[in-house]
């Protein structure tokens, strides 16, 4: 079992920075592929960026390629997603998430194939 808890988002002035974490609990977090999502109101859950369980592959959606970037510390089971140049519509809701399949070096950008989610955090970029 995973317990997924993300912090670090908050109120930010466009063109500015935020670094979200995503603390996860259980010995097996380090084998699985993690993912972030967002989700604005009244719009679908939208894939951020992915990495695979040793973070050796990446993948980002192409509305924050070149300005976010995803990491993880499996000695800290800790993943984080550095936002730069954030605009007004990255402001959502930023959940974390695990796929429970262990030491895959396949990611995936769809919410169905992630079996643990985070409560999520609120990112609000002013214009």
């Known amino acids: 079992q995973v317990q997924l808890v993300e912090s670090g988002g908050g109120l930010v002035p466009a063109g500015g920075s935020l670094r979200l974490s995503c603390a996860a609990s259980?010995?097996?977090?380090?084998?699985?592929?993690m993912a972030w999502f967002r989700q604005a109101p009244g719009k679908e859950r939208e894939f951020v960026s992915a990495?695979?369980?040793?973070?050796?592959?990446?993948d980002y959606g192409d509305s924050v390629k070149g300005r976010f970037t995803i990491s993880r510390e499996n000695a800290n089971n800790t993943v984080y997603l550095q936002m730069n140049s954030l605009k007004p519509e990255d402001t959502a809701v930023y959940y974390c998430a695990a796929a429970s399949r262990p030491y895959s070096s396949r990611i995936h950008t769809t919410p169905q194939n992630y079996d643990y989610w985070g409560q999520g955090t609120q990112v609000t970029v002013a214009s």
């Open positions: 990495i695979s369980w040793r973070g050796g592959s990446t």
């Open positions: 259980g010995r097996t977090f380090s084998t699985y592929p």
